[in-house]
């Protein structure tokens, strides 16, 4: 069993029921949707071009999936994140939009958002104990992606490359594009799709725990926590 700490809404927000759709899947119930039309491109092809995304279920990441080190609970798990959610207040967030990240499809910040980057920091030290380190076989699949030296310190300390100054929020939206005209596709189809829900600020003010039941199954939503606290941001530095 994995773990992992997910930015996620409730099940009836419009960014999740759209981004579900998107990518063919309620990680709530774990029943398949039918996914949007592209245009110019078959429902079979645009299937295949999410299926990574669609197995982790539509999210961003805030702390990377995660064994349980020895010791801890996924009881002890729970209760660390309804602490959490009570310490802390919901924040505003500049919005998302659609970008291309690398070759890969997603919904980023549309401008910098400090706030969003310190509540992603704050969640990788404070649900750190819970995680085991990484197997040298993890270790090495990650490091096929040519990590720079300080990635590659990240991944060592914290078991996720990608965090503090490297971090980027994102919540994928297809596999890798090598084809840019698949790409310039889906991007219009996105662009048009989530355009009732992008390039607006709003609040951030869940999260949620996602779990993969046995390696390489579908992620499931375990808990959305509600951000109840009073506790900003800037007075967790």
């Known amino acids: 069993m994995r773990y992992a700490i997910y930015f996620a809404a409730d099940a009836g927000d ?48 805030l702390k990377a999936p995660f064994f349980l080190c020895e010791g ?12 959490f959610a009570e310490e802390i207040a919901p924040f505003g967030t ?3 939009a659609v970008n291309r990240l690398g070759r890969f499809l997603a919904l980023t910040p549309n401008a910098d958002d400090p706030d969003l980057r310190a ?27 040519a990590l720079t030296a300080r990635q590659d310190a990240y991944l060592s300390e914290w078991g996720y490359p990608y ?5 980027r929020f994102h919540m994928t ?3 890798k594009l090598d084809d840019d005209a698949e790409a310039a596709l889906m991007e219009a189809a996105a662009e048009d799709y ?23 199954a579908p992620f499931q939503v375990h808990t959305v926590f509600k951000l109840s606290g009073s506790k900003a941001l800037k007075e967790t530095a």
């Open 163 to 167: 965090v503090f100054d490297e971090f």
């Open 14 to 61: 419009p960014l999740m029921r759209l981004g579900n759709a998107w990518l063919g899947r309620d990680p709530v119930t774990g029943a398949d949707l039918p996914q949007p039309p592209v245009q110019g491109m078959t429902a079979a092809r645009f299937e295949e071009l999410t299926v990574s995304p669609r197995r982790y279920g539509f999210h961003g990441t």
């Open 72 to 83: 801890q609970t996924e009881a002890g798990l729970l209760e660390a994140c309804g602490v």
């Open 194 to 216: 989530f355009q009732d829900i992008t390039k607006k600020p709003r609040t951030c003010s869940t999260f949620a725990l996602y779990l993969e039941p046995e390696r390489g």
């Open 119 to 145: 509540f992603a920091d704050l969640c990788v030290r404070r649900f750190g104990p819970f995680r085991a380190p990484l197997s040298e076989a993890d270790l090495k699949r990650r490091r096929q992606s």
């Open 173 to 175: 939206l297809s596999e």
């Open 94 to 96: 500049a919005g998302l």
